[in-house]
Each structure stands twice: as C-alpha cells, then as structure tokens.
C-alpha cells in the first residue's frame, strides 16, 4: 500500500509517516519546509519505504497512491499569520490538487481540518453538528476561512465526484516535533521552564484547556483511515451529517495553572517562577471537543495521561535546545 | 479609464458593463457563459469602447485595467448546484487571479460578495459586523463558504500587499437581464404568470423578502468605488471593521403574498392563480439588509420603487419568452 502525507516534515505529519512505516506502506512525504523541518523526518529518510519531496502542495500533484493524507498547512497563528495569502492558497489550492488526484486515481482521502472552523464559539462543547462563529475578514481569517472551504471542497467532490474523502476536526495537539515557535500554550511552557524564562499566566489561570497527545490523534486517523467506506457512509448519514466529519481531541479539561505547575514539576531544576498578568478579554473560559462521534464510530478515546505526553514532550524540547 | 467587467455578460455584470460605457470607461467583459448569455451584451457589443472575451475567470487573467468588477460567479442556487466544485473553484480562483492581477498592476478591485456569506442568519437585519451561520458541508456550501472564502483572500490582499479591494455584500437583487431559469420568487412569479401558469405561494404568503432594483445596486457601486482610498479606509477603520465590506441591497419589505398580487396586477391578461403549499420549516419569516453603512459612507439609499422595478423587468421577460 502506497500513501502520500502532505505536510509529511511537520509536527503531526512526521509522526504519520512514522506509523505507516511501521504499518507497512510505502510513504511519500510531501512538504515545502516552511513550517516543517528536516530534523522531524532525518530517521526516516533511512527508511527504504520512506521518500521526501521537497514541494508545495498548492503545486500540481503527481503519483499513484492508495491513501493520501492532507496535513499541509502552517496551524499556529505566529506561523499562519506570517504570510496569510500563501495560508488561504495553501488551505484551498491544496485540496483542490488532492481532490483532482484521488478522483483520477481513487485515492482515499483523510482531510485534516481543525477545530478552528468552529471558530469563537457560542456552544460549549462543539459537535460536528456546529456551523461556527467565524470572522471572514479578520487577522485569523485566512487559516479559519480557509479551512472551512476546504471542507466544502472535500464535501463536493464526494457528492459530485465520488471521491472517499474522511475528515477530522483536530483539537489542540501536542508532542514531540512540534514547533519550538509553535507559540501555543503547551510549548510555550516547556521552553520558558528549560530555558528559566518565567512562565506567564493570563487571569488567575483557571481558564480551562484540553490538551491531546499525538500519538492518540494518530491512533484515530488510522483508525478511521481503516474503516469501510459504506459504514463511514451510513454512519454520517445516520447522523444527519452531510459528510464524514469527525472532532479529535481530548476531553479531559486542566486549567491553565494546573498545566503551568505540572511542567515544573516535570523541570525540578528550572529557574523559572509563575507570573501573573492580566486576561485578554476575548480568551475563551473552556475549550473542549465533543468526541462522542469519534468514540462511536472508532471505540477510539484518548489514553494517554497529560504528565505522560508532557515528559515526552519535554525531553524533545531538551535535545532540541540541548 | 479601462474597467474589466468578470462576469459581464451575467444579469449585474451587463447592467454594469452598460453603465461604465456611458461613464466614458473603455470596457473589457470576461464571462465564460455558463450562466451569462450574449444576449444581455448583444448590444453592447456593438459600442466602439466594448470587447468581451470569452474566458473562465477561473484561468489566468492578463491586461492592464484601472478598475477590476468582480461579479463572475453562478448565484442562483440551481445554478451554483448544478456543478458544485467548479462553483467553489471560480470563487476562490477567480478572486486568486483578479488579485494577483491586481497587485501586479495597481488596479482598483470591487468584488461582489453576497448576503449569502450570513447564511442562515441568526440576527435580522443583519449588519456588515455580523459573522454569520453557515454550514460548511451542505448542497449551498459551494456558493456560501467559496463567497466567505474568496472576502479573506481580499481582506488579506489588501492588508499584505496593499491591493485597493471594496467589498459589497449583494442582497436580493432583480430586473432585466435575469436568467430565464435563475429560480428565486421573482422571476418565477413572473414568468408564471406571462405563461398563464399558477404562483406558487408557500405558506400563507405572510413572510416578507426585500428586492432590490438592479439599477440601484450599480449607482451604489460607481459611487463606491469612485471614493478616493483615504476615505474608505478612514471610514471603515471608524467602524472597527477590518476591510471594506458594505451590504447593498433595499430594506423595503414586501410580503410574498403583496409581490404576487402585484405581479398578477400587471399582467391583467395573465390568466394565472394563486396557489398555496405549506411552508418549508427552514424558510425564514424575513430578510432585509442593514444598509446605514452605505447610507452613511455614499450618501446611497435605493430608488426605484418595486412597482415600477416590476414593471421593467415584465417587459424583459415578454421580450425574452415572446
């Protein structure tokens, strides 16, 4: 079996490679580096099954594959932002070149889309059944918006084109091989403790997060990845959902002062202290996945425990800033 | 001044095309006739000043124009639906290109976007801050989330690379010109009627809609787009939003049942009934734009009274059946 994982050299693309190697495919990565690095993929370039190709994936794509994973894209604001005409390119011309290649070559589709469609919520916790509260000309415009026509693209081409297209709503992730400058709160933590920068906390930091380690959002890709297209089918449409869309992530909440005092307990020896400033006005009190879908259809949940995922975290940050 | 008109030989874009003429503009029409037709530019075509290519916005566009006219897109949904991807294609594509054009050249870009990207609007009227509630994977995504999608690539053109875009948001809009087939309640009515065919009100008629008159949509574009970059910038920043987006359309409500009788009233030899079917659930009891922002930015309010819009627009559709 031959697979084709866009964003192959990034943050979770690089743990997908790694899983199909060992499930035995052929894997093709491709990826532009401009997010992704060459660190996250050097082990497996040793591979014989494992291949890179440097390139953009709103660029025409080639190849017969048997699944294609759509990873590609910059997901944190510092990254999305930085250049957000090639962010809205690469969510829309990006889809539209894998949805061109599966209809000619019947390639399964899995879609990465994110949570950030759902945009600054009005419920609590979303199902895939809310449209969302986006911004269509604001600062987050071009990641939110431009995943959200992704999905519409993926939706029409398997109503007009047949084209067996899975997606997932991907929740916050975290793990080794994320970006040192993701800039979210996770890995901004684990630096700022190793680095003995001071760990900054907005409002008194009972805000509440979830936090999901890759390997559980991998081991539910697969999962998905491996069901017949005729139960994903009746299975959605049992549900009254128009497509296969599926939220994962993880449920367990943790305030954000519980995740600052569990990455120093996890760093004994780091210099840094708790600082308080004041909370932004549109910081959201709760974030949280409704995954009763992935849980019926995959008897997938996430296992495993924060302190575990952090300490692999964390000793990645050290050999990177070793 | 040269004007390229996408979409010029569409119902809009050929009242457009009409009146940049007689404003002294060198016209360029772009339509690949999917939904346009020559007969709405067979007399333009005619005018020293006018050319037209036939070409899908949705291809590299080439030539140096002063003024770009986004208006390529089917709108209609039997139109939009009919071959859903090339719908998302040629919004996002054709905004991709009109932009890059535009960046290359310096040319002044006004795309028409859609009371559409509101969705099913949780708020009534609706004003130009509101997000909107829409699905992304339903049958009007297509149409819905390529319009939302193809405002941020603007929004962000503009704040990137400096492109001068003004966006409208088209509510309701009819007269001559109209696509024989375009399926919403007043062309139906019309020509139900010129047939000698039954109008089909739904419910008990009760629920209101707002038309606008084409001619009053265009006056509000030429103003608009004639006020100088400073101005608009000033005024949209005032509002603390984050581009140039304005609703036109006319806030005048009429009940369906009151547009049928009206109809029926002008067509006195129209040997047609009125016929009731219950309601859809999802109809909703109204629609009407917010148009204080383009009252207060063009000193704009719609004129053409919905009786003497109807009368016009009568006359076409004889013409066009005769």
Redesign the interface.
């Given at each position: 079996m031959k697979a084709l994982v866009t964003g192959g050299a990034g943050f979770l693309g690089s743990h997908l490679c790694r899983r199909l190697l060992v499930d035995g495919y052929e894997v093709t990565a491709l990826d532009n580096l401009y997010t992704g690095s060459r660190r996250n993929i050097d082990q497996l370039l040793a591979h014989p099954a494992f291949s890179f190709r440097e390139r953009d994936v709103a660029d025409p794509i080639d190849g017969e594959f048997d699944e294609i994973y759509n990873l590609a894209c910059p997901a944190s604001p510092p990254h999305y932002q930085r250049?957000?005409?090639m962010t809205?390119?690469t969510c829309?011309l990006g889809i539209?070149n894998i949805?061109e290649l599966a209809e000619k070559t019947g390639a399964k589709v899995m879609h990465a889309s994110t949570s950030e469609?759902y945009?600054?919520s009005l419920v609590y916790p979303q199902n895939e059944r809310y449209?969302?509260?986006?911004?269509?000309?604001?600062?987050r415009?071009?990641y939110d918006?431009?995943k959200?026509?992704a999905?519409?693209?993926?939706?029409?081409?398997r109503?007009?084109?047949g084209v067996d297209v899975r997606m997932i709503r991907i929740f916050n992730t975290y793990g080794p091989n994320m970006h040192p400058e993701d800039g979210r709160v996770v890995s901004n933590f684990i630096i700022e403790a190793l680095k003995g920068e001071d760990l900054t906390v907005y409002g008194d930091g009972s805000q509440t997060r979830s936090f999901q380690y890759c390997t559980d959002l991998i081991r539910a890709m697969r999962l998905y990845m491996e069901k017949p297209r005729t139960e994903i089918d009746a299975f959605f449409a049992a549900q009254g959902?128009?497509?296969p869309?599926l939220n994962l992530g993880n449920p367990s909440e943790w305030t954000i002062l519980e995740l600052a005092r569990e990455v120093l307990r996890q760093i004994p020896e780091s210099k840094s202290r708790l600082v308080f400033r004041p909370l932004p006005s549109d910081d959201p009190k709760h974030r949280k996945p409704d995954i009763a879908l992935a849980k019926a259809l995959l008897g997938w949940e996430p296992e495993v425990p924060l302190a575990a995922g952090l300490a692999q975290t964390i000793a990645y940050f050290e050999s990177v800033l070793g």
């Open positions: 250049d957000s005409v809205v390119r829309v539209l949805m469609i945009g600054d449209w969302g509260n986006v911004n269509t000309i604001g600062l415009s071009c918006e431009g959200r026509c999905e519409t693209i993926c939706a029409d081409y109503r007009q084109h959902l128009e497509a869309v």
